[in-house]
């Protein structure tokens, strides 16, 4: 059972930074991608930023220049450092994690953590 817990969310003021965390339960090399998502309310899920198992990042439009994913195997943790945090950034934030067997995907997200970002 494969168990993603993120950490790090709060409340911050426009400008401000947070760095969230996602530890897994399982070898965090075996996942590719892993990445974060958000959902604000009343809108639907979207895609932050994603890393590969070989490092490659890709960012939404919306974060580029601002956020910053990174992973590390050794502690089987993958992190979203947030810069200039902006109102619109407010969300709850969930990790997730893809993992292929024998061509079969297999899709794993954590709980959430919130993110407020007040103006």
């Known amino acids: 059972q494969v168990q993603l817990v993120e950490s790090g969310g709060g409340a911050v003021q426009a400008g401000g930074s947070l760095r969230l965390s996602c530890a897994a339960s399982q070898n965090i090399f075996s996942f590719n991608p892993m990445a974060w998502y958000r959902q604000a309310p009343g809108k639907q899920r979207e895609l932050v930023a994603t890393?590969?198992?070989?490092?490659?990042?890709n960012y939404a439009d919306s974060v580029k220049g601002r956020f910053t994913i990174s992973r590390d195997n050794a502690k089987n943790t993958v992190y979203l450092q947030m810069n200039s945090l902006k109102p619109e950034d407010t969300a709850v934030y969930y990790c997730?994690?893809?993992?292929?067997?024998?061509?079969?995907?297999?899709?794993?997200w954590g709980q959430g953590t919130q993110v407020t970002v007040s103006s």
């Open positions: 890393i590969t198992s070989g490092g490659s990042t």
């Open positions: 997730n994690a893809v993992r292929v067997v024998v061509g079969r995907t297999y899709d794993y």
